[in-house]
T-cell receptor, first 111, second 116 residues
């Protein structure tokens, strides 16, 4: 049961431009959403999160938007840098902290 | 602050053999998680501990997988016997329990298992 979906397996952007990574979910009980970044041979690293009571959370170059009615969230990276090249996982959890992950989107930022 | 430690980093075994993975969470983190990440997929939760008690093991294949966290600190995950489909990265994560419902999980580097 794929409750969290990242439909784009890969994304390529030019350095300095905006990267937009998308995520959809099906379980209306999810109320906490996270983005993790993963480099090769490393574990996922927490990037940014958002609670369902908000529709936007910003941290430096990273902004997460949540559209509860559409069950959709997105991660914006502005401006994109080559060091942002990694696999980005969207994750969602309900009150029991059972976190579900998407399959990931591989972002490549070209110099 | 030291992160989540895992060992070994890599393991190659033949099917039907046994294997064990070790995890040491971030100091003070009461909650510990084991995930399985198959190539091309996101991590899937296998088991969640709160101190040394199991909170959720609904997705753990209990006929071959077992896990323990005896002293509420480090944990081991065992597979016995291994199957080809167990080839994956096994990730350990921990979080600081403050009684809140959502806590950010911090991941270790993972153990990459290949079953031949």
């Amino acid at each position: 049961d794929q409750q969290v979906k990242q439909n784009s397996p890969s994304l390529s952007v030019q350095e300095g431009r905006i990267s937009i990574l998308n995520c959809d979910y099906t379980n209306s009980m999810f109320d906490y959403f996270l983005w993790y970044k993963k480099y090769p041979a490393e574990g996922p690293t927490f990037l940014i999160s958002i609670s369902s009571i908000k529709d936007k959370n910003e941290d430096g170059r990273f902004t997460v938007f949540l559209n509860k009615s559409a069950k959709h969230l997105s991660l914006h990276i502005v401006p994109s840098q080559p060091g942002d090249s990694a696999v980005y996982f969207c994750a969602a959890s309900a009150t029991n902290n059972d976190m579900r992950f998407g399959a990931g989107t591989r972002l490549t930022v070209k110099p | 602050e030291a992160g989540v430690a895992q060992s070994p980093r890599y393991k190659i075994i033949e099917k039907r053999q046994s294997v064990a993975f070790w995890c040491n969470p971030i100091s003070g983190h009461a909650t510990l998680y084991w995930y399985q990440q198959i190539l091309g997929q996101g991590p899937k939760l296998l088991i969640q501990f709160q101190n040394n008690g199991v909170v959720d093991d609904s997705q753990l294949p209990k006929d071959r997988f077992s896990a323990e966290r005896l002293k509420g600190v480090d944990s081991t995950l065992k597979i016995q016997p291994a199957k080809l489909e167990d080839s994956a990265v096994y990730l350990c994560a921990s979080s600081f329990y403050r009684g809140e419902l959502q806590e950010t999980q911090y991941f270790g580097p993972g153990t990459r298992l290949l079953v031949l």
